[in-house]
């Protein structure tokens, strides 16, 4: 294991923090697999990511948790800014980064994520075909979540007061006030809507999962830019690579899985459902991430092969 820091290719002024985790025996001059693995909102790669990461490392991959742009120790401000562009961007930005280490297989290269680091690397891979495979752990589609609800119980218009005060906030910002910030998860128990919302208030503010680096807010100004992004958009045309969707059965977000694999166009796509887990279980229960990297590895070592059929020319 191995913490590095590059430039984000995208902004050459903010230098991102990663962890990059080796397989056993690693060997430098071998050419390996590698797998992108993103954090959910308000996470940092010492948490859930960084977790998967290392688990799939032990599977034969190089495996790489950052923290995403403006978030954790990569730089950037506002700090906790949470604009689903670059986050989306961010993706391929790992992935540049990749293709310029020796040992990594520019040609095997997939990418996963938790929580709303599954809806940024759907969106990815839609955007970028050098991913050659799909995989998401609790997806959120952070735009769905924040203009229908963590159940979709709200319509799309009514939503519209939260992209005015995320407006306002760019107001107040621009005229030198603090920025404003906006919570991720809840910030205290008693703000929890249910158990598994509190769980998630657990999971951040709690020695459960808590991080200095991850403070399980944002900046109000994401607003605006989250309630009308969709991180699925046009998955019916170009999210065509190999996709393994993953979420417990008593998940309130499972219908933003159920979303991606229904949207998403590949002809090798498959669902799995942990059952009897809810969204935060599969952060950090042991038998669930047991059970989930028990997919997880086959799935990308089947689709990050050394040998496969080549793709027929346009």
């Not at 403006?70 to 950037?76: C, D, K, L, N, T």
């Not at 998860?185 to 503010?205: G, I, K």
């Not at 709690?206 to 200095?212: D, G, I, K, V």
């Amino acid at each position: 294991m191995t913490k590095v820091t590059f430039p984000n290719s995208n902004n050459r002024s903010i230098d991102m923090s990663a962890v990059l985790n080796f397989p056993e025996d690693f060997d430098e001059n071998e050419s390996y697999p590698a797998i992108i693995v993103s954090h959910p909102g308000g996470g940092v790669k010492e948490q859930t990511s960084g977790t998967y990461a290392k688990k799939l490392a032990e599977r034969g991959f190089v495996a790489i948790a950052y923290d995403a742009s403006y978030q954790g120790e990569s730089g950037g401000l506002p700090r906790q800014l949470e604009n689903p562009q670059v986050r989306t961007e961010d993706v391929s930005a790992v992935l540049d980064y990749l293709t310029t280490l020796p040992y990594v297989d520019n040609d095997r290269i997939g990418a996963m994520g938790i929580c709303a680091g599954g809806g940024y690397t759907a969106n990815a891979a839609i955007d970028d075909p050098r991913i050659k495979a799909v995989a998401t752990v609790s997806a959120v589609n952070i735009g769905q979540m924040f203009r229908n609800g963590w159940d979709n119980s709200v319509a799309d218009a009514d939503a519209a007061p939260v992209v005015q005060m995320g407006a306002e906030a760019r107001t107040a910002d621009a005229g030198g006030d603090d920025p404003q910030t906006f919570p991720l998860a809840p910030l205290n128990e008693a703000d929890a809507p249910n158990e598994e919302l509190r769980q998630a208030w657990e999971y951040y503010h709690t020695p459960r999962a808590e991080y200095p680096t991850a403070p399980g807010f944002m900046t109000a100004r994401s607003l605006s830019q989250i309630i009308p992004y969709d991180a699925y958009f046009k998955a019916e045309a170009f999210l065509t690579r190999p996709l393994l969707v993953i979420a417990g059965s008593k998940a309130g977000s499972k219908w933003m899985s159920d979303d991606l694999f229904e949207r998403a166009a590949s002809s090798d796509k498959r669902m799995h459902v942990v059952e009897g887990a809810n969204h935060m279980d599969m952060y950090d229960g042991e038998g669930e991430i047991s059970e989930a990297i028990g997919e997880l590895a086959p799935f990308f070592q089947k689709n990050l092969a050394e040998t496969r059929v080549s793709e027929p020319a346009e």
